[in-house]
């Protein structure tokens, strides 16, 4: 398959990385036929649009308004459908550099197929009349993927809930995280990161964390990026057992960790697609309202909607759908006009 004794620079790939290319090229061929299937049904559903402007300039066409407007929607759902079947989110692939803060345990590890621990230590002064989480700062870990970049669409998330095996030489306590945010190095502001989603890890009620203890944050939209990063802002109040009470002021140990999880597209979508389907299935679904208002229609219609069957005199519903669209419309526009400012800047 052309990759027996390949190597990046001088380092070889191991039987994994291999794979993994292997694994990459796949996905990018079925992206290049999912954007064929998507084209050619929007090229249908456009055709039936075009057919109601032709009837408008004389053309004769059989078919009614209404039922023209609804195969358009149809095609367009269809489109919708596929991609957001095929988005299934699964763990990302491949391996990244970890790197952090002072005090970050993880360093020169490698976090493989999205998932990881990332843990800190700190120490801080303390004495019993102050609160705290006041001393704590706030701690962060970048995330460098190997090979092509990343477009992350979620990520889930639990605390750590014991001290680590390999931590020594001192009395260590656990300190929970609170407040946590998800970052992307941004290449339209020179590589500086900015906030994805901010999130909050429920505080924990036992020691032992099970598959139901993750919170998850799905539907993330973002440009692609090698880099990323995790911070946490701020931290749970410690137990009162564990402080200090009798000396005035002296130094504790702790640690923090957070185990994550990063998740991409099993089959990634093309964001420009998308908005162009997105606008044109809120156009479509609009005009079929206005015209079967006009009409005083009241034969029931179903259309697939999130995978429900759903009759488009429900107007609330439907009305809802449109809104849902456009706001994640203006949420992609937002994405594309970013990416081309970049190119622009560079090009000059």
Avoid at 21 to 45: G, S, Y
Avoid at 229 to 239: A, G, S, T
Wanted: one cysteine or more; a negative charge.
């Amino acid at each position: 398959h052309g990759y027996n004794a390949v190597g990046i620079g001088t380092r070889v790939l191991s039987m994994e990385q291999i794979l993994h290319r292997l694994i990459d090229d796949a996905r990018t061929k079925c992206e290049e036929a999912q954007r064929f299937a998507v084209m050619h049904t929007n090229a249908l559903a456009c055709l039936a649009k075009l057919k109601i402007n032709a009837k408008s300039c004389g053309l004769d066409v059989t078919d009614s308004d209404e039922s023209l407007l609804i195969r358009s929607c149809k095609e367009y759902m269809e489109s919708l459908a596929l991609t957001e079947k095929n988005a299934k989110p699964t763990l990302v692939l491949g391996e990244a550099n970890l790197s952090g803060c002072v005090g970050f345990r993880s360093s020169k590890k490698i976090m493989k197929d999205g998932s990881a621990l990332l843990d800190w230590q700190m120490k801080v002064r303390q004495d019993s009349s102050t609160q705290l989480t006041s001393t704590f700062r706030e701690v962060w870990s970048r995330i460098e993927f190997e090979g092509p970049s990343k477009r992350l669409v979620g990520i889930k998330a639990r605390p750590l809930c014991s001290i680590p095996d390999d931590a020594s030489g001192e009395v260590w306590r656990l300190l929970e995280p609170k407040d946590c945010i998800l970052q992307v190095s941004n290449s339209s502001v020179g590589g500086e990161f900015v906030d994805v989603v901010a999130f909050t890890l429920p505080k924990k009620s036992t020691n032992t964390l099970g598959e139901h203890d993750w919170t998850s944050f799905d539907g993330l939209r973002t440009n692609k990026s090698k880099s990323w990063r995790l911070v946490v802002k701020n931290y749970y109040p410690c137990n009162p057992s564990l402080a200090v009470a009798a000396q005035s002021s002296i130094f504790q140990a702790y640690i923090v960790g957070v185990e994550i999880q990063l998740l991409e597209s099993d089959i990634a979508v093309d964001n420009l697609q998308r908005l162009h389907t997105l606008h044109n299935t809120a156009l479509a679904l609009m005009s079929l309202q206005q015209l079967r208002q006009s009409e005083d229609t009241t034969n029931n219609i179903d259309l697939v909607i999130d995978g429900k069957s759903v009759d488009i005199s429900s107007n609330d519903c439907i009305e809802e759908k449109i809104r849902c669209m456009q706001t994640e419309c203006a949420k992609l526009e937002a994405l594309y006009m970013e990416a081309a400012r970049t190119v622009h800047k560079e090009s000059q």
